[in-house]
């Protein structure tokens, strides 16, 4: 058990946020590190005189924002961010040689240098290509850009009208201009049980407080959104209703009109990630659509097409686009002019379509090669969905068998990386098709250890639990 003793101000006014703030700044220097336990919290009330409620608040607080685990009986730990770490790893070249089913990305092809060259020689070559060097106004981009913005966002089911369509920096970026243009720090976010890791680093960083609602297999719960709009002021919805990640739910369409319905009813703004929409061949229609006065619906083209094309739009609420600058201003101001040209002439002359059709027949064959080998077991996939969720035969669990095959030169997630607020993880993990394996025979390789490692367990041949 760690010492760690934090330091506070002297007025007694907002000292669990102290205490919140010291835990996040000692891990994001390293003074508190991954796995360090904290004191235990009548311990910690003493040494910093404070009542055990204020101590209890904080670690409360620490959990929703994703810096600790706590258990009952286990003690609160400092946490792990898996995908934080992976990019460490992948900095530092320690990944290399390992089968990499861990991280969520397209795959690519000759088509897509081909395509990119083509571009960048048609830009280069053309009159006024210095434009692409110089600010642009609006801030919220280049009329032709939020055209095309818009032109793709109706591929996807919601039809959106170019004036209130903004370029942004990918899906990341996306969420960060919403969250800082719509809510304020301490305003409570409403999210799956479920959810991204790096989203949750998004809404601590910005001080907003999460709470991760119960879901079942078709995504959230109603009832238990009502509930919770019944009992808090929630300032936001954030959801996935497509290709949730890491679930793959895929939200039936009366369940998207009783979550909007939900959030008229409590003035709870929609925020909408649609990323890896573009990869399903069929989806209900955007959640976005049934409460569009409140919603902001996102995506990105860096999911489906190139990670390198750093490029998404957001859908505002009618004549609320200007609402957005507040995030842009606070971030980068504007999409790299030169990633909207390149984004916006592939929307426009086809390009986007032909490599996400190509990108759907990619990962068609690789959840073929999943289903083959998984199918026995408790996973789910979509037809061309990027990953697949494998529910653990008992007495496995997740982390141990992440541990196993880690040794073993593959790489997953457990559930545990994507758990949001005090709801136990289920005995999951999820196996990434996409682009950080190098290839379909690899990916075979990586799932025939996974396979031939739970049989060793079930067989009784490790003798690791």
């Known amino acids: 058990m760690t010492s760690w003793l934090p330091k506070l101000p002297g007025e007694d006014v907002g000292r669990y946020r102290a205490i919140v703030e010291a835990i996040r700044s000692d891990v994001a220097s390293g003074a508190l590190r991954a796995g360090d336990q904290l004191p235990p919290?009548?311990?910690?009330?003493?040494?910093?005189?404070?009542?055990?409620?204020?101590?209890?608040?904080?670690?409360?607080?620490?959990?929703?924002?994703?810096?600790?685990?706590?258990?009952?009986?286990?003690?609160?730990?400092?946490?792990?961010?898996?995908?934080?770490?992976?990019?460490?790893?992948?900095?530092?070249?320690?990944?290399?040689?390992?089968?990499?089913?861990?991280?969520?990305?397209?795959?690519?092809?000759?088509?897509?240098?081909?395509?990119?060259?083509?571009t960048l020689t048609e830009i280069a070559t053309q009159e006024g290509a210095e434009a692409h060097l110089h600010y642009h106004r609006p801030w919220v981009g280049q009329t032709r850009h939020r055209h095309a913005g818009a032109a793709f966002l109706g591929t996807l089911g919601l039809s959106a009208n170019p004036a209130d369509v903004a370029v942004v920096s990918g899906a990341q970026h996306a969420a960060s201009v919403i969250l800082l243009s719509i809510l304020k720090a301490g305003d409570l976010v409403a999210t799956s049980d479920l959810s991204d890791p790096l989203m949750r680093v998004l809404l601590g960083s910005l001080g907003l407080r999460t709470l991760g609602i119960a879901s079942d297999s078709d995504g959230i719960l109603p009832d238990a959104f009502k509930a919770l709009c019944e009992h808090e002021i929630v300032g936001a919805l954030l959801v996935m209703p497509d290709h949730h990640s890491p679930t793959l739910a895929?939200?039936?369409?009366?369940?998207?009109?009783?979550?909007?319905?939900?959030?008229?009813?409590?003035?709870?703004?929609?925020?909408?990630?649609?990323?890896?929409?573009?990869?399903?061949?069929?989806?209900?229609?955007?959640?976005?659509?049934?409460?569009?006065?409140?919603?902001?619906?996102?995506?990105?083209?860096s999911k489906i097409i190139a990670p390198g094309l750093r490029?998404?739009?957001?859908?505002?609420?009618?004549?609320?686009?200007?609402?957005?600058?507040?995030?842009?201003?606070?971030?980068?101001?504007?999409?790299?002019?030169?990633?909207?040209?390149?984004?916006?002439?592939?929307?426009?002359?086809?390009?986007?379509?032909r490599l996400a059709a190509w990108q759907q027949r990619k990962l068609e064959a690789r959840n073929l090669v999943a289903r083959e080998l998984l199918g026995h077991l408790d996973v789910r996939t979509l037809p061309t969905g990027m990953h697949a969720w494998l529910t653990l035969p008992r007495p496995w669990r997740a982390a141990a068998l992440v541990e196993r095959?880690?040794?073993?030169?593959?790489?997953?997630?457990?559930?545990?990386?994507?758990?949001?607020?005090?709801?136990?993880?289920?005995?999951?993990?999820?196996?990434?098709?996409?682009?950080?394996?190098?290839?379909?025979?690899?990916?075979?390789?990586?799932?025939?250890?996974?396979?031939?490692?739970?049989?060793?367990?079930v067989t009784g041949n490790f003798n690791g639990f």
């Open 41 to 118: 919290q009548r311990k910690l009330a003493a040494s910093l005189n404070v009542a055990v409620g204020t101590v209890t608040k904080a670690y409360a607080e620490a959990v929703r924002r994703g810096y600790v685990r706590s258990g009952v009986g286990s003690g609160t730990f400092v946490r792990e961010h898996p995908s934080l770490e992976r990019h460490s790893v992948a900095q530092a070249g320690a990944s290399a040689g390992k089968i990499d089913l861990s991280f969520n990305g397209p795959i690519l092809g000759p088509a897509h240098e081909e395509a990119f060259r083509a």
């Open 250 to 301: 895929v939200m039936p369409e009366e369940r998207r009109r009783a979550l909007a319905e939900i959030a008229r009813r409590f003035g709870v703004k929609v925020v909408e990630n649609a990323v890896y929409r573009p990869l399903m061949k069929t989806a209900p229609p955007p959640l976005a659509s049934f409460a569009p006065e409140l919603s902001y619906y996102y995506t990105s083209l």
């Open 405 to 457: 095959i880690g040794t073993q030169g593959v790489l997953a997630t457990p559930a545990e990386t994507f758990a949001t607020g005090w709801s136990p993880a289920p005995q999951a993990i999820r196996i990434s098709l996409g682009g950080a394996v190098a290839g379909i025979d690899v990916l075979r390789a990586g799932l025939e250890l996974i396979l031939a490692t739970l049989n060793e367990k």
């Open 311 to 353: 490029l998404g739009f957001v859908a505002a609420p009618r004549g609320q686009l200007d609402n957005l600058i507040v995030g842009l201003g606070g971030t980068i101001w504007m999409a790299p002019p030169l990633m909207a040209e390149i984004g916006a002439r592939w929307i426009t002359d086809g390009t986007v379509a």
